[in-house]
């Protein structure tokens, strides 16, 4: 497996694919962002993915991965091929809101199951659900809803706010609003994909606020909290875990320190998954495990736990058996609300330095089995 690792870490914006097995079998299409900016979140969904699979040892599924080059015409293109040429059962991958609300309803409609790693926006949780969309990870608005539990338990009472001008941002600054009872001093939209924040900045450095709520994820959220440091600013920040996941803390570096985040999952989640998972996915990769790793693991594993039950081809039997959930999860006990989005606990995590490593520890426990607050006008 690792010569296979380091192969498809080479290939990047390359395809390739890889049989592994089955009792019953499927072709899974994996479109993900490995290339260009958010690269590591991809590459991190794609190698939590496949460690999976290699420790099922299953020949009887076919995994084609391809880049999405974090490009919604592409990720369609992609879409397109894979389902009527490649002839997959099951897509998943992607990253990024703006492209699975370009890809995911064409997808289902089309019979194809989708399974997401990591992007849950909110129209696709509420009135816009399907049976065959399935959300592995989490709905956009939930680590942001948690960030304002947190802050409201801090004694935060004024908060800028900040994210990106896309679907992800919009539910994440919605997610705060909805639970946080202070006062929002300051709105604050940039654009997807921006490195310099001096204006926004500016902004947070003029205001009234005691705390700062930003969603930026990426190489966003390095290039607004390095900036953030030099500038001298002290407003407190509270955040999401995307700026503070393990991929990206090392480039953050001392700037990241003691910042208070959300998350579903942590490396220290004490359970017997997730402490081999995160051995093993160290041992094999060589670096510690991501969020975006953990939730390709348990992508993966949801699929290969349906295939055990029900054949992919028998689509109301092999939804059923997704429905039940019966995988061991690295967060420990996992379910689906009635829109297929995981009901879950989500923490509080401090960034802390183990070593020479930037790395999160859970401080406590901001909010206990959370469901989204679209699941209402799901009618499935």
């Given at each position: 497996?690792?010569?296979?690792?380091?192969?498809?870490?080479?290939?990047?914006?390359?395809?390739?694919?890889?049989?592994?097995?089955?009792?019953?079998?499927?072709?899974?299409?994996?479109?993900?962002?490995?290339?260009?900016?958010?690269?590591?979140?991809?590459?991190?969904?794609?190698?939590?993915?496949?460690?999976?699979?290699?420790?099922?040892?299953?020949?009887?599924?076919?995994?084609?991965?391809?880049?999405?080059?974090?490009?919604?015409?592409?990720?369609?293109?992609?879409?397109?091929?894979?389902?009527?040429?490649?002839?997959?059962?099951?897509?998943?991958?992607?990253?990024?809101?703006?492209?699975?609300?370009?890809?995911?309803?064409?997808?289902?409609?089309?019979?194809?199951?989708?399974?997401?790693?990591?992007?849950?926006?909110?129209?696709?949780?509420?009135?816009?659900?399907?049976?065959?969309?399935?959300?592995?990870?989490?709905?956009?608005?939930?680590?942001?809803?948690?960030?304002?539990?947190?802050?409201?338990?801090?004694?935060?009472?004024?908060?800028?706010?900040?994210?990106?001008?896309?679907?992800?941002?919009?539910?994440?600054?919605?997610?705060?609003?909805?639970y946080f009872t202070g006062?929002?001093?300051?709105?604050?939209?940039?654009?997807?994909?921006?490195?310099?924040?001096?204006?926004?900045?500016?902004?947070?450095?003029?205001?009234?606020?005691?705390?700062?709520?930003?969603?930026?994820?990426?190489?966003?959220?390095?290039?607004?909290?390095?900036?953030?440091?030099?500038?001298?600013?002290?407003?407190?920040?509270?955040?999401?875990?995307?700026?503070?996941?393990?991929?990206?803390?090392?480039?953050?570096?001392?700037?990241?320190?003691?910042?208070?985040?959300?998350?579903?999952?942590?490396?220290?989640?004490d359970n017997p998954t997730?402490?081999?998972?995160?051995?093993?996915?160290?041992?094999?990769?060589?670096?510690?495990?991501?969020?975006?790793?953990?939730?390709?693991?348990?992508?993966?594993?949801?699929?290969?736990?349906?295939?055990?039950?029900?054949?992919?081809?028998?689509?109301?039997?092999?939804?059923?058996?997704?429905?039940?959930?019966?995988?061991?999860?690295?967060?420990?006990?996992?379910?689906?609300?009635?829109?297929?989005?995981?009901?879950?606990?989500?923490?509080?995590?401090?960034?802390?330095?183990?070593?020479?490593?930037?790395?999160?520890?859970?401080?406590?426990?901001?909010?206990?089995?959370?469901?989204?607050?679209?699941?209402?006008?799901?009618?499935?």
């Amino acid at each position: 497996m690792k010569k296979l690792s380091a192969f498809l870490a080479t290939l990047l914006g390359f395809s390739c694919a890889i049989s592994l097995a089955h009792a019953e079998g499927a072709k899974i299409g994996m479109i993900t962002t490995l290339s260009g900016g958010g690269a590591g979140l991809g590459i991190d969904v794609r190698d939590g993915f496949l460690l999976a699979l290699n420790q099922a040892d299953n020949p009887n599924v076919e995994l084609v991965v391809e880049d999405d080059q974090r490009a919604v015409d592409v990720a369609v293109q992609l879409s397109d091929r894979m389902i009527q040429s490649e002839k997959v059962d099951i897509l998943t991958g992607i990253i990024w809101s703006n492209l699975a609300l370009a890809v995911v309803p064409g997808a289902v409609q089309q019979g194809v199951f989708y399974l997401s790693p990591n992007a849950g926006p909110s129209a696709l949780a509420g009135k816009n659900c399907h049976a065959n969309y399935f959300n592995v990870a989490w709905q956009n608005d939930n680590l942001h809803e948690a960030a304002g539990i947190y802050a409201n338990n801090a004694g935060f009472e004024n908060s800028v706010i900040v994210a990106p001008n896309y679907p992800a941002g919009i539910d994440a600054l919605n997610g705060y609003k909805r639970y946080f009872t202070g006062n929002i001093t300051n709105e604050i939209y940039t654009k997807l994909g921006q490195d310099d924040y001096a204006a926004e900045i500016a902004q947070i450095r003029a205001s009234d606020a005691d705390s700062v709520f930003f969603f930026l994820p990426a190489g966003m959220g390095i290039a607004f909290l390095k900036q953030y440091a030099q500038s001298g600013v002290d407003t407190p920040l509270v955040g999401p875990a995307f700026s503070f996941d393990q991929g990206i803390l090392q480039a953050v570096g001392e700037a990241a320190l003691g910042v208070r985040n959300t998350s579903q999952w942590s490396k220290d989640i004490d359970n017997p998954t997730n402490r081999q998972f995160v051995d093993d996915f160290s041992a094999e990769y060589g670096r510690l495990p991501s969020l975006y790793a953990s939730q390709g693991f348990d992508t993966a594993n949801l699929i290969l736990s349906a295939l055990q039950t029900a054949d992919v081809n028998d689509a109301e039997a092999f939804r059923e058996a997704l429905k039940v959930a019966n995988f061991n999860s690295v967060r420990g006990d996992f379910s689906f609300g009635p829109n297929h989005h995981p009901i879950q606990d989500i923490y509080v995590r401090e960034v802390i330095k183990e070593g020479d490593v930037f790395t999160n520890k859970i401080v406590e426990v901001a909010i206990q089995n959370h469901a989204d607050i679209h699941a209402a006008e799901c009618q499935m």
